[in-house]
């Protein structure tokens, strides 16, 4: 490693004038090194280290680290406006950062979350110095991907969010008063407002803050398209090292983007998913400790990337697999061609008609699987079964709580025996697996259900029942339903990779709520934030499974090794 100069602080004008500050850290030695480029929301000084090495790390290893601050926040001059100007600002800081002195004029980018955005937009209008991208834990369509799943809103990610960068604005302007009360509100959610998802802190203290914005445009619509890096990624070609994590609440992001460049790139495209949440990448995560191998690998293999795309160096890496899973269960990581297609094996909802009541009355079923390294192929559609069907009640004075999963705050896996023997949850349990199941890939649900009201709400979780008779979170859904919609109903769960071991089984757990991951939907059919707390619904929910409404799981069987 070599030596590192004490950090710069340097700045620069974007093209309508506005001065943008960045921490610049420098190999101590001669010669040209390439730069690596982070433009940062939450101030440079941070520089993403709660999932990232400090700057320094990357600067010992050769190449000139530069973390900026991007328009409107930290020591940056003018306004912050979410997304708006990353295009063009971005643009102007890729050409400036590859003119900078002691540089070869090639531009890497890395970042996660909205630091993982900055890298799409400043692609978007193909500087030639920019020569790779790693974005981790991003949006690629805003709206389905960060800001609403199955037209839900996520209101506990989206309003914690919008409060911080609420704090920090007021910090940044010195109002006092308006920095505590939003600090405070940080620390404890306000989640109970007269009109659910109307924060009035935040209509107080931030009144043009992009979250109002966000729940007045709550179907898809022309705002989305607009801002999305979906709509103007579809001419860049990059190689691109795209990070995930299995209970991250931006996962659908990574693989959409990821799977859109696998069709459409000539470059290399490189995956990685491990069993992390938003932040930290560790081993633990929830209730659940990974071991050792699930320690974040991702500055290593960041590295070893830009060596191979801006130092010319023959790493090795094009000669592998590029899609590296973490498969939680054997905790170990897997490597994959692209990314897993494997088929999807169903199993059947069953159920005595009374899955609320007793945690074992409802039941999946499936053609049983055999050695898995034998062919899937011929697994099929079970026997006949009857008709049947389970009622829940959905009462919003005590809504089915949220725990853990990809939308909750904290996420992860967590023993939910308590919340699966609730009356308003429906279960669904396997029996126990005769052979190792493993498990990779897209998961969903297709449920045909009804409610006695004109909207509702489903969740849908799938959890490991371990032989001890606990329960952990392995994936989950949600969806926002009008009621008229065609049936089946099909939930997208998020992907995921692990082994369920022999003995152990597999449940689906279904509700009308998940609170506060999403808000509590009223059940009235008038637009998001429109409705009083206290005009909401109690909502009827019936599921039906059997012969003639063949709800089940699909689930992505792969073999063990």
């Not at 420098?26 to 939450?42: H, T, Y």
């Not at 609420?166 to 989640?191: C, F, I, N, S, W």
């Not at 409705?531 to 063990?560: C, E, H």
């Amino acid at each position: 490693m070599l030596a590192v100069r004490p950090k710069e602080i340097a700045s620069m004008l974007t093209r309508d004038r506005v001065r943008l500050d960045a921490d610049i850290y420098r190999p101590d030695a001669k010669g040209e090194f390439p730069v690596l480029l982070m433009r940062q929301l939450a101030g440079r000084a941070i520089a993403s280290t709660v999932v990232y090495a400090h700057p320094s790390w990357y600067a010992a290893h050769g190449y000139i680290v530069v973390i900026q601050d991007v328009r409107g926040r930290g020591t940056s001059e003018g306004e912050f406006k979410l997304f708006i100007h990353e295009i063009e600002d971005g643009e102007d800081t890729v050409n400036w950062a590859a003119n900078l002195p002691g540089s070869t004029g090639q531009v890497g980018m890395y970042g996660f979350s909205y630091h993982g955005l900055t890298q799409l937009y400043a692609a978007v209008t193909h500087p030639p110095a920019l020569e790779t991208i790693c974005p981790a834990m991003i949006g690629y369509n805003l709206y389905t991907d960060w800001v609403y799943e199955g037209g839900a809103f996520c209101l506990q990610t989206n309003l914690s969010w919008a409060i911080q960068l609420a704090a920090e604005t007021a910090r940044l302007q010195g109002d006092v008063a308006a920095h505590y009360t939003l600090y405070a509100a940080a620390k404890d959610m306000p989640l109970y407002d007269q009109v659910p998802s109307l924060n009035e802190c935040l209509r107080k203290f931030a009144p043009n803050a992009f979250y109002h914005e966000w729940l007045e445009h709550s179907k898809p619509d022309e705002y989305w398209e607009q801002i999305s890096p979906k709509r103007h990624l579809q001419e860049v070609d990059l190689p691109m090292f795209h990070i995930g994590g299995w209970f991250d609440t931006y996962l659908r992001g990574t693989l959409n983007l990821y799977k859109d460049m696998l069709v459409r790139s000539g470059e290399r495209q490189q995956l990685v998913v491990g069993p992390w949440a938003h932040l930290p990448w560790c081993r633990k995560v929830g209730a659940v400790d990974y071991g050792p191998e699930a320690i974040s690998p991702i500055d290593r293999m960041q590295l070893r990337w830009f060596d191979q795309f801006l130092k010319g160096k023959d790493t090795g890496l094009l000669y592998e697999q590029p899609v590296y899973l973490f498969e939680m269960g054997s905790n170990r990581w897997r490597k994959f061609d692209s990314w897993p297609s494997p088929i999807q094996i169903p199993y059947f909802l069953s159920s005595t008609g009374i899955a609320s009541m007793r945690e074992d009355s409802g039941t999946l079923v499936t053609e049983s699987i055999q050695n898995q390294s034998r062919s899937l192929a011929s697994v099929k559609v079970p026997p006949k079964l009857q008709n049947s069907f389970d009622v829940l009640v959905h009462d919003p004075w005590q809504p089915v709580p949220a725990l853990g999963g990809h939308a909750a705050v904290p996420a992860g896996p967590f023993e939910r025996s308590h919340i699966d023997c609730r009356s308003d949850v429906l279960t669904y349990t396997t029996e126990q697996l005769a052979v190792d199941l493993h498990l990779a890939g897209d998961v969903a649900v297709e449920i045909w259900c009804s409610a006695d009201t004109p909207s509702h709400d489903l969740c849908a979780v799938l959890s490991e029942v371990r032989a001890d008779g606990s329960v952990y979170n392995l994936t989950q859904g949600y969806v926002n339903v009008d009621s008229s919609q065609h049936q089946p109903l099909r939930v997208s769960l998020q992907a995921t990779c692990v082994r369920i071991v022999k003995g152990n089984a597999l449940r689906l757990s279904l509700s009308a709520a998940c609170f506060p991951a999403y808000p509590m939907n009223p059940a009235t059919g008038s637009p998001l934030g429109s409705t009083r707390l206290m005009d909401a619904q109690i909502v009827t929910l019936t599921v039906n499974s059997g012969g003639d409404y063949p709800s089940q799981v699909l689930l992505p069987v792969v073999s063990p090794s």
